[in-house]
């Protein structure tokens, strides 16, 4: 049942940069759905889709990928994947993007549910809870149908740092981290764990403090080291993974930055936490019994994720049945 579920399944993709372009090359290549990878720009997603296409037959796929520039040829969509937008450069914070980006969302996602109206959203597009938080709004959808791609990331680079650290595989590692996708990420080291051993007790805190501070500034390190760009390769597998719970109806236990009214004491923001994600979207979310310095972290990611929607809501993109003050 799977199986046939999947082929009959369409995932697009709403920009055509690095992050598209490498995202449609994962889901193809692991045989999830075709793909739509759709652009303002003439010609690029065009190009891109041929030059994938032209690739099957090495990869021993059947897909299709389909490049266009227009809103149309995504009906249908069983996912629709938000990429869209500004890239962050060197000095350039998240928030830098919230005016940029904001528009760029709001626009994409108005058109795109026009056509895929029972469709998942994910969001890639920073700064990620507010950008996610707007595509909610915008689409018009129930909350458990849009999910922004943080939490998979920046739990994927803690586990990179904290293999290297180690000296072991990292497939013996799964971390996890809340909050927003920034700065004030909330990486919790009591629930990292190197094949079931939390990682409190295999390193120091100074250890753990400086692979925190890393994982934290990750984006920021790519963007610096590259100088021209940002990172694309592992927030495309990051979003692989999410559309392949959905379309595999995996119930898999993954962090993603969802709608939270109630649960971690959140209420009318996205934030990062762990859920269960399946066909339907999220299924659930997976509350932690947390230590007040881990709640007093989370709350002040949300302070800060809840300034940014705050700065949206007053520019007339939509309202907020709670402010900042919240917090």
């Known amino acids: 049942m799977v199986d046939r579920l999947c082929e009959l399944s369409k995932v ?11 995202l449609a090359q994962h889901v193809v290549q692991k045989n999830l759905a075709d793909v739509v990878l759709l652009d303002i720009e003439a010609d690029k997603p065009q190009g891109i889709a041929l030059d994938l296409m032209e690739a099957r037959s090495i990869e021993r796929h059947d897909r ?11 009906a249908g ?19 830098d993007l919230l005016r940029i980006n904001a528009a760029i969302v709001h626009e994409v996602v108005s058109r795109a549910v026009e056509y895929s109206p029972d469709a998942l959203l994910i969001v890639v597009t920073n700064p990620l809870d507010a950008m996610t938080y707007l595509a909610w709004k915008t689409s018009g959808f129930a909350p458990e149908r849009v999910l922004g791609m943080a939490g998979v990331l920046d739990a994927a680079r803690f586990e990179t740092f904290i293999a290297w650290e180690l000296g072991v595989s990292v497939k013996n590692i799964t971390a996890l981290v809340l909050g927003g996708h920034g700065d004030l990420m909330v990486p919790l080291p009591r629930f990292s764990t190197v094949a079931g051993v939390p990682i409190i007790n295999l390193m120091s805190a100074e250890q753990i403090e400086r692979l925190i501070k890393r994982t934290r500034e990750g984006g920021a390190e790519i963007v610096r080291l590259l100088k ?18 959905i379309l595999h109806d995996e119930q898999r236990i993954l962090p993603a930055a969802v709608y939270l009214e109630g649960a971690y004491q959140l209420h009318d923001i996205f934030m ?48 907020r049945s709670r402010q900042s003050d919240s917090f």
């Open 64 to 74: 299709s990928v389909t490049g266009t520039n227009r809103y149309r040829d995504t």
């Open 12 to 22: 697009s993709i709403l920009g055509a940069g690095n992050v598209g372009a490498t």
């Open 272 to 319: 990062g936490v762990p859920i269960k994600l399946g066909r339907n979207g999220v299924e659930s979310v997976l509350e932690l019994e947390l230590e007040p310095d881990e709640k007093a972290a989370l709350l002040q990611s949300a302070a800060s994720v809840s300034l940014s929607l705050d700065l949206l809501a007053h520019s007339g993109l939509f309202s």
């Open 77 to 95: 969509s069983q996912v629709i994947v938000v990429t869209a937008g500004a890239p962050r450069k060197p000095g350039m914070s998240r928030d």
């Open 228 to 245: 021209t760009g940002s990172a694309y390769y592992a927030p495309a597998a990051a979003v692989t993974q999410m559309i392949e719970a």
